[in-house]
T-cell receptor
Framework: AQSVTQPDIHITVSEGASLELRCNYS??????LFWYVQSPGQGLQLLLK??????LVQGIKGFEAEFKRSQSSFNLRKPSVHWSDAAEYFC??????????????FGAGTRLAVHP | DGGITQSPKYLFRKEGQNVTLSCEQNLNHDAMYWYRQDPGQGLRLIYYSQIVNDFQKGDIAEGYSVSREKKESFPLTVTSAQKNPTAFYLCASSSTTELFFGSGTQLSVL
């Protein structure tokens, strides 16, 4: 069965510091991978996704993620964090993706706090 | 603007009461979903629908019901059988490349 692990429940960084949020998945074949961000009391917004091709993907708001098959990881990075990045971040995996039903498995999330 | 609209933003349920959460999308997506979010547990799938007049149970469907009479609408009813309904509920729809989410409904028990 597919699963997603986000090892860090809470992370605190200083504004301007670099950020890396970890995501490990369990799936036999090539997965479809996603990172979503959620502000308090709001829905989820897609930051970036990996379906195939270049293993380093660029997303919105200056985020990037790297797919490493050998490590079953899809870590999210940002070189310089802004106070507005404080939110909860979710990694998700799917075995396929189409216009019909798509079964996404979500991690438990990582809550990011940013110190001024 | 295209998107998903959930209402109400906050909802309170009394003992033994059924309540209905609204979800409307104007993205012309076939597939729609309901997720439940509890602190520290990520998102869990309640129900999904791939087409009008058809829907399937997700991982935690007990105590919930849905309907899909129109492509744009996928309301969720939290029945009195759901003994722990307090949670944040998210509606979503999917294109061929991603899930789009509404802004959620916080349901609490009075």
């Amino acid at each position: 069965a597919q699963s997603v692990t986000q090892p860090d429940i809470h992370i605190t960084v200083s504004e301007g510091a670099s950020l890396e949020l970890r995501c490990n998945y369990s799936y036999g074949a090539t997965p479809y991978l996603f990172w979503y961000v959620q502000s308090p009391g709001q829905g989820l917004q897609l930051l970036l996704k990996y379906f195939s091709g270049d293993t380093l993907v660029q997303g919105i708001k200056g985020f990037e993620a790297e797919f490493k098959r050998s490590q079953s990881s899809f870590n999210l990075r940002k070189p310089s964090v802004h106070w507005s990045d404080a939110a909860e971040y979710f990694c998700a995996v799917a075995s396929s993706f189409s216009g019909g039903y798509n079964k996404l498995i979500f991690g438990a999330g990582t809550r990011l706090a940013v110190h001024p | 603007d295209g998107g998903i609209t959930q209402s109400p933003k906050y909802l309170f349920r009394k003992e033994g009461q059924n309540v209905t959460l609204s979800c409307e999308q104007n993205l012309n997506h076939d597939a729609m979903y309901w997720y439940r979010q509890d602190p520290g547990q990520g998102l869990r799938l309640i129900y999904y629908s791939q087409i009008v007049n058809d829907f399937q149970k997700g991982d935690i469907a007990e105590g919930y019901s849905v309907s899909r009479e129109k492509k744009e609408s996928f309301p969720l009813t939290v029945t009195s059988a759901q003994k722990n309904p307090t949670a944040f509920y998210l509606c979503a729809s999917s294109s061929t490349t991603e899930l789009f989410f509404g802004s959620g409904t916080q349901l609490s028990v009075l």
